[in-house]
């Protein structure tokens, strides 16, 4: 019985599993239908540039699947945009605008919440939500181990039980979630999501790849970066400071290299533990003869700059703080070995995994992504942070343009700063249009700022 269903269901175009809704038996006794779900998130993953040392990954989401080589973390912060992943929903919409701040995600808005009441067995390994009261069962998994940042001596609650976990915690998490992967129900489908610390800091690389061999890299033109002039943000840091709290490191060119040379040799070795979760993953799916069945997605949470524009870590709007690494695999049902170039997201997984599943959100929580299994109707994205770190600010990004605004604390729908940057001159973001003394060359400001404003606001489907 299950297998037919299963069967007719991969028959099915993604539209014809829309609103099944319950049987007439009742909730409980609801065919459950549409794959599994293996969600894998790696922590502060740039892209592009660090998918050379994941040659399991590469074969089985990038030879097996697709890759999206233009997504980004709609808020590049882990928590915020964790609660993202979980919701499909921007974090003006969810409420975690801070790493601090996890209760406030509306846990019914969930994906675990609506594949768990639609018949789904569902768990999770790994990091769950930055500042979690790890004592606090995470709602709508069946089972869990959840922790916070760090890679050893981590404390976990394991489906109840706190405990200190010594060693390297990637294992711990990779064999919880192997451990799940084989006692899955095969009656019905199964969610799992599986969360590694690599490539965090402190980079703290298993003992088998400290000395692994890394590729050279010498920077590239948004490191180098030498007049930041047209950047008020690092520039004018001491009156940012005053209104913002900012704290941006800002190094120069020779110091910010040697420090992303660093940091990049520190995450490409974490990745490789990565990696190997990734392949072990996939051979117990394989195991159980469920590849066609399981629909996986490969992302980040946000990305991480290596020195770009003087800077360090995440938080800021610029590309390789927001560029995350988003790959999907389905054998059957997503070409292999493709990429796409749409303009994708953090906030697209949910959707995507609604529309596999045949499932539709509550009213009360529209999505606010779009499913990846259909074309995309998208010609702009909303990033967007709320503080911490890097301040308060917003931004459009097109394939053609990213547009910024810097919030100060006081008058906070007034920008204390804009930057434009033409994408298709000036890919690496060196020259802010709206700061060098050239009015031929300026956007419409007015009319980018209502946009940005009403983006801002935006609530499901009208949201880019
Ligand atoms: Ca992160
Ligand atoms: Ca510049
Ligand atoms: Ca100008």
Do not use: R, T
């Given at each position: 019985m299950r297998f037919v269903a299963a069967a007719l269901f991969l028959l099915l175009?993604?539209?014809?599993?829309?609103?099944?809704?319950?049987s007439p038996e009742g909730p409980s006794a609801r065919r459950v239908r549409g794959p599994n779900i293996l969600i894998i998130v790696t922590d502060d993953q740039r892209y592009p540039g660090t998918l050379g040392v994941m040659p399991s990954t590469k074969r089985l989401f990038g030879r097996g699947g697709k890759t999206f080589t233009n997504a980004f973390a709609t808020t590049p912060m882990c928590c915020p945009s964790r609660a993202s992943i979980f919701t499909g929903r921007y974090v003006h919409n969810h409420g975690v605008k801070y790493q601090s701040v996890p209760g406030r995600l509306d846990q019914e808005s969930t994906l675990q919440r609506y594949l768990q009441e639609a018949g789904y067995e569902t768990a999770i390994a790994g990091?769950?939500?930055?500042?979690?009261?790890?004592s606090t069962d995470p709602p709508y998994f069946d089972q869990w181990a959840i922790s916070l940042n760090g890679y050893r001596g981590m404390t976990f609650n394991t489906n109840g039980t706190m405990r200190k976990v010594e060693g390297y915690s990637p294992h711990y998490v990779g064999q919880r979630a192997l451990e799940w992967l084989r006692s899955f129900d095969r009656s019905r489908p199964w969610f799992l999501y599986v969360s590694t610390p690599?490539?965090?800091?402190?980079?703290?690389?298993?003992e088998r790849y400290e000395t692994a061999r890394v590729s050279r890299w010498g920077g590239n033109p948004a490191v180098a970066e030498a007049d930041r002039q047209d950047k008020p943000i690092l520039g004018r840091q001491k009156k940012y400071d005053q209104e913002t709290s900012a704290d941006p490191h800002v190094l120069g060119p020779v110091a910010a290299l040697e420090r992303g040379k660093k940091e990049r040799r520190g995450q490409l070795r974490t990745l490789m533990s990565a990696d190997d979760l990734v392949q072990d993953l996939f051979a117990e799916v394989r195991k159980r003869g469920e590849q066609e069945k399981t629909l996986a997605f490969f992302l980040s949470d946000n990305g991480y700059l290596w020195g770009e524009h003087g800077l360090n870590g995440k938080r800021y709007p610029y590309s390789a703080s927001v560029k995350i690494p988003l790959l999907m695999r389905w054998p059957g049902r997503v070409p292999r070995g493709s990429t796409n170039d749409r303009l994708a997201a953090n906030i697209d997984v949910a959707p995507t995994v609604m529309d596999a599943a045949g499932l539709t959100a509550d009213d009360d929580y529209p999505l606010d992504g779009e499913s990846l299994l259909r074309p995309s109707g998208r010609d702009r994205l909303l990033l967007e942070h709320w503080g911490g770190g890097a301040g308060k600010w917003a931004s459009i990004r097109t394939d053609d343009y990213q547009y910024i605004e810097y919030y100060g604390r006081r008058r906070r729908n007034r920008p204390l700063f804009r930057d434009y940057y033409d994408l298709v001159d000036d890919p690496w973001q060196l020259h802010n249009l709206l700061r060098d003394r050239d009015k031929t060359n300026d956007p419409n400001v007015a009319r980018l700022s209502r946009r940005l404003a009403a983006d801002h606001r935006c609530s499901g489907d009208p949201c880019p």
């Open positions: 175009p993604a539209a014809a599993c829309m609103g099944s809704g319950e990091k769950y939500l930055n500042g979690w009261d790890l690599s490539a965090h800091p402190p980079f703290d690389v298993e």
